[in-house]
């Protein structure tokens, strides 16, 4: 018998750094990943402003577009609305046993750190924090008030990991994509996806001596 497929939840918010939470879709992707999607609003807006994505509006909709441009395998990716409260993601039985939130929003961030749960990713979110699972905070924010920087602790403390969108400098990133890949990177090492964006503190460069 073949194993389970891994599954992750992925919520994408409206942080300015839409590319880290697609290019992390898309690494995922294609590391056999079952994706649970979910995109807000304001992404959205994100994603058209700061992308040549052509993302569709409705939830079905960005399911086909994005399974088409990352090539997901039949049923690998599936999007989720805001309301859609029957999705495995809101209950503790259904939802994969890792979520990532990239980027996280601090309106997000605060949802997330005070229980609100009023849509999906904060659903979500909620329950992977109530069922102690791994639970990943991509916030992108500058500077950082005081509430931003409580609700972050507040959750670290609660187990959950903040990983903020700040890349390295120390691999001489040629391009935007390779600033992206160092923070996708991070959070696949984190979450236990084997990746190849970039080698391991102490490793070789790729191509490198
Ligand atoms: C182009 C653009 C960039 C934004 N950048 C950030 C940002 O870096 N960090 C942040 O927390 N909010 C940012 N926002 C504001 C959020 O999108 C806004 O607070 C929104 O309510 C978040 O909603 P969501 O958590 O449902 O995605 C940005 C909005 C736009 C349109």
Known sequence: MSPEPRRVTLAITGASGA????????CLLAA?????????????????????VALPG???????????????????????GREQWMAPVASGSGAPSTMVVCPCSTGCL???????????????ADVALKERRQ?????????????H?????????????VIPASP?????PQSIEDMVDFIVARILNQIGVEQTLLPR?????????
Do not use: C
């Open 110 to 124: 605060s949802a997330i750190a005070t229980g609100a749960s009023n849509n999906l990713i904060e659903r979500a």
């Open 149 to 161: 920087l409580e609700h972050m602790l507040k959750l670290t403390r609660m187990g959950a990991v």
């Open 201 to 209: 503190w102490g490793e070789p460069l790729p191509g490198g001596d």
């Open 32 to 52: 056999d990943v079952q994706v649970m999607l979910m995109i807000s609003k304001a992404a959205q807006v994100v994603i058209a402003t700061e992308t040549e």
């Open 58 to 80: 409705r939830h079905e909709e960005q399911e086909a577009f994005l399974g088409r441009e990352y090539g997901a395998g039949p049923g690998q990716l599936r999007v989720f």
């Open 135 to 147: 639970l990943i905070l991509v916030p992108r924010e500058a500077p950082y008030s005081e509430i």
């Open 19 to 26: 590319q880290y939470g697609l290019r992390l879709l898309q």
């Open 168 to 172: 390295g400098f120390y691999h001489r």
